[in-house]
Each structure stands twice: as C-alpha cells, then as structure tokens.
C-alpha cells in the first residue's frame, strides 16, 4: 500500500528533521550558525544559497508541524519535552551546568518534535482510523 504508515516511515522523518536542525545549529562548529560565526567566513553564493535551502526546510516543517498539530500541540510538545529534561536532572542523569549535554538534548528533542508533526496525520489515522481532510484523494 503507497499510503502504508510506520515506525521506519517515521524514522526517516525524523532522520530528516534532525539533519535540519543539527545541520542549522549546534554546540560544534559544524553547522551553519557555526560557518557564519568563524572567523574565516566571508559572504558569497554558497552560503547564501545553503541559507536559502535551509529557509525553505523550516518552512516546510514547521507549517507541517503547526498545521498538523495546532498551536497547542506545538506547545503541548514543548512542555512534554521540557518535562523530559527536568525528569533526567531531577534524576542526576543530566547537570544543569553541562550546557552542552542540554543543548545536544533540546535539539534533538525539537527534531522529534517536527518529526511528530510531521508524521501526526498518519499517526492519528492509525490510532482512531480518521482521515484528515487533506487526505481525501480527488
């Protein structure tokens, strides 16, 4: 079935959103924010057009994600996620003093969270069997 949903569908979404955001920014020097931060930057095409793909990636996740999930699953998300992080230092796996390990863990979070949003149609469809509106082919 063309329209099959699961768990490797899922992953290759996320797989992708985490790619858009790492890949945007992260605590290494290895990402976009890092390259125009060095020291050996200098304007030119390339960086522009990376900008301009990367622009275009969010948008496309985050107007899946907020359409999918609404405002309110967005920030339902959020708040979920942040429970996750206190959980893990409320359990000392995880020091507010290590920033780094913060930062890697809230990126990564945001990517599963666009990840979600962009997978929530499908995943709403298998639990209560309801398609969206958008999923009615012509």
């Known amino acids: 079935m063309a329209n099959s949903f699961g768990a490797d569908s899922f992953l290759v979404r996320w ?4 790619v858009l955001v790492l890949g ?6 290895y990402s976009f924010v890092g390259w125009l931060l060095g ?3 200098s304007f030119g095409p ?3 057009l990376v900008g301009v793909v990367l622009l275009i990636a969010w948008i496309v996740y ?11 699953g967005v920030l339902l998300g959020v708040v979920l996620f942040s429970c996750v992080i206190w959980l ?10 290590s920033t780094g390990a913060l930062t890697w863990l809230a990126l990564l979070l945001v990517s599963l969270l666009l990840a979600t949003g962009m997978s929530w149609s ?6 209560s069997g309801q398609l969206d509106v958008d999923d009615v082919e012509d």
Do not use: C, K, Q
């Open 24 to 29: 945007t920014y992260n605590p290494s020097p």
């Open 15 to 18: 797989i992708f959103a985490l």
């Open 62 to 72: 985050l107007r899946a994600t907020f359409l999918s999930l609404g405002w309110l």
């Open 46 to 48: 390339v960086p522009a």
């Open 88 to 97: 893990f230092v409320d359990l000392g796996v995880l020091s507010m003093e």
């Open 122 to 127: 499908h995943i709403r469809r298998r639990l």
């Open 39 to 41: 020291e050996e930057f």
